[in-house]
């Protein structure tokens, strides 16, 4: 009893944080503004410029400038505490906003689309998980896209959260509510043209990502030919309901990778809550999937705290990201004498395969391709 109060306050504490909507009044000295474009079935909030909590059956579509800090640790989304005034130079801020059509939106994915580099026309779209306030999310998308580097153009999806540690099951219908606006928002990505789009969801979000995906499979929308990835973090999602998931959908698209982490105390209290002894994020190795065509990426030497974001919020893991963003670019170059070595346990199980990163000090560093690249990899444990 004495545990599960602790996950309780540990996942109380990790969550309670809400964040209050700051505006710059123009640009400061060492920060750096990164336009957010937001689909969102949230309600609009008649006291704020921003949606509030509650759901709206209408998409709304807007574009939101971030001012982002310099001096911060990679992964930290600074915001003033006690309600403290805001500064621009330490913490995270808006610079703008502005509600779209959604040709306006459709046009303007088109135009960010064009100012890449051909080969990284690329759309990326992150779903925020359980108890997220708006705004978190589109400081959380910015400060992926800016510490991650992820090439291509980065976008948000943000469901009607309502922002509440003890209102799971709310946010779990809402999670549901919220696919067919996704799907809409897909169908506004897909007409602009990018190379593919890739979807990457945390916590809940992964719920609706997956119940999107059926969606789509099973009403055979073209949409979904035009997902590229799937990227699960820390998936607050019933391992059975996923498989069941998955053989609705069919073909999954490639790649799709699963970030776990043994440490993830959130998913640990959620497990608890619904009677299991794990969540899809936290499984203890790749044998509840076994047989589906996935890539488990297991982060748990990086866990920290509650342990729920790591592959966003952790240092060196994010570090080690990069690194293999590098191997990327080097193999793309046909350059793969000049690949950096890195900390890996690789395994295979039926066509799943498992990726156990390791922080450069405590293994043996190897050889290994970044996580979109190891389709068809052979069997390699250390």
Known sequence: MRHLLFLVLTFLAACAVREQVDFVEGPAAGTLWRPVLVATTRAPDPNQAVPGWGRSFDVAYGRYTVSIPSGRDLGEIPRPRDRRPAEAEHHFMLADSQLLS??????????????????????????????????????????????LQIPGVMMHYSWPSLGAPLAYAHDRDSALFARDGLIEMLQQVRAAGPRRIILMAHSMGSHLVMETLRQLA?????????????????????????????????????????????????????????????????????????????????????GQGAGHFTVGSSPALIGLLDQMQAVNSALSDEAAGSLPLLPATILTLQNTTQVILRPLTETRPRRILPWWLQRGMSTDTE
Do not use: C, K
């Not at 009403?219 to 699960?232: E, H, K, Q, Y």
């Open 102 to 147: 959604a040709s306006a939106f459709q046009n303007a994915v088109r135009a960010n689309l064009a100012q890449q580099p051909p080969n990284e026309r690329e759309a990326v779209i992150f779903v925020h998980g359980f108890n997220t306030a708006f705004i978190e999310g589109v400081y959380r998308t910015a400060q992926l896209a800016n510490d």
């Open 218 to 302: 099973i009403t055979n929308d073209p949409a979904m030919a035009s997902i590229g990835g799937v990227f699960l973090i820390s998936p607050d999602v019933d391992v059975q309901l996923f498989r069941q998931q998955v053989e609705s959908i069919g073909t999954l698209p490639e790649p799709f990778v699963i970030i776990t982490s043994q440490r993830d105390r959130v998913l640990t209290l959620s497990a608890r809550l619904t009677g299991q002894t794990s969540r899809l994020g936290n499984i203890p190795d790749a044998t509840p999937v076994e047989g589906l065509d996935v890539t488990l990426i297991d982060v748990s030497a990086f």
